[in-house]
DNA sequence: ACTCACAACTGATCGCAGTCAGATAATATT
DNA sequence: AATATTATCTGACTGCGATCAGTTGTGAGT
């Protein structure tokens, strides 16, 4: 007797697991070489589908770099929320968010600031892109409750400093100058930079 | 007889003329018909060049744009900071510089768009991506300057202070989210934010 | 079991940015 | 003035991302 029928037809997970193929083949491919020394043709092979078939699973290549990424960043914005509970100050709690962060971001330079890019200048209709989009909004969110511990902080201000705060940490993490410095060193100029808009 | 001889020989004078060629038929394709809708090669017949001149005089097609848009975007400065002298108020003195370098990067949404993703994401060892930067760091440097009116902010927090809403700026300016936006809608998001982060 | 409708897949093909080996023109040397 | 040297130019070519007309696989209808 086979097992129960699949509440899915084949069709759905055959999809799936195309899906994961992709997933897996372009996550090791983007973080072996990085994403500008892969081709999409290589993607394709090493997932063993056809050229075309990638691309209605990314619409393009930045897509399925976001569809890579959006994870990885998801977990060190939960870690980063959880460590600044325990964080008492306003400006070292939101530094504890930002540090996984920056971290994830710079695990490989090119891939991390290609995923800005793709962030601000992509497809925002794009269902990745999207997910990305709300990794944004779930950190600006979280910024804007840590601020508010402050009494002399707002809601509507709180919001306004946490968009900037984001605005802060991409410019921080994209700007070529910051290139060859280190992810503290990152960290330290995002701090400074933050602590000059916090009320003095 | 001839006019007096030129101190420049024949070579650099056929290079100048070249590149006003090339400066002219990208500025009038690119404002036309939109950096994405115009082919490398459209610019190089328009210029009547070879298409593997073109990328003698600018390295790739984002270069270009750069080398065409920079001097309208000096000129925005220079406009805004004649401006900013004459108004009182911290706040309203920034937002005299940022309102022409605004207008001026809206005056064709998508180009301007894809001038900042190059001054973030391009090759600053490039000479026009250079230019761009400089550009930028004389913006800050006017906004310091004006936030200094303030007796409450020391120089350090200014320069500080000027980094964070020239990231505000680029933020507000490139994100996807405002590509609907008018240029007074954008201001008014981009003045919110740098009030916050005044002293209260 | 067969057929039909449509979702999913495929790789040959396209358009474009950017390259490079060879051609050409300007100056330096004799 | 002839020749050598070097700067500048050129367009055929390459490699890549992305497309799309045609094929294949899946499941619904009879």
Chains 1, 2 share one sequence.
Do not use: W
């Not at 897509?63 to 870690?79: D, F, G, R």
């Not at 929320?81 to 090119?110: F, H, S, T, W, Y």
Request: charged letters at 25%; a negative charge.
């Amino acid at each position: 007797m086979p097992t129960a029928p699949q509440r899915v037809g084949r069709r759905e997970r055959n999809k799936q697991e195309k899906l994961d193929r992709i997933t897996a083949a372009a996550s090791e491919l983007f973080a072996e070489h990085g994403v500008d020394e892969v081709t999409t043709q290589q993607i394709a092979d090493k997932a063993d589908i056809g050229t075309g078939t990638l691309f209605l699973y990314a619409k393009n290549k930045g897509e399925l770099l976001l569809l890579v990424q959006n994870s990885t960043y998801a977990e060190a914005l939960v870690e980063g929320k959880a460590a600044a509970e325990e964080v008492p100050g306003v400006l070292d709690a939101v530094m504890a968010i930002i540090g996984p962060v920056v971290a994830c971001n710079r695990k490989q330079i090119d891939n991390g600031r290609t995923y800005l890019r793709e962030m601000v200048f992509g497809d925002p209709a794009e269902p990745h892109h999207r997910e990305a989009l709300s990794l944004t909004v779930q950190t600006e969110e979280a910024f804007a409750a840590i601020l508010q511990r402050d009494q002399r902080i707002d809601a509507e201000t709180a919001a306004t400093l946490a968009h900037v705060a984001s605005a802060v940490m991409f410019i921080s993490m994209a700007a070529t100058v910051n290139i060859g410095r280190t992810v503290d060193e990152i960290l330290d100029e995002i701090r400074g930079q933050i602590q000059a808009l916090l009320p003095r």
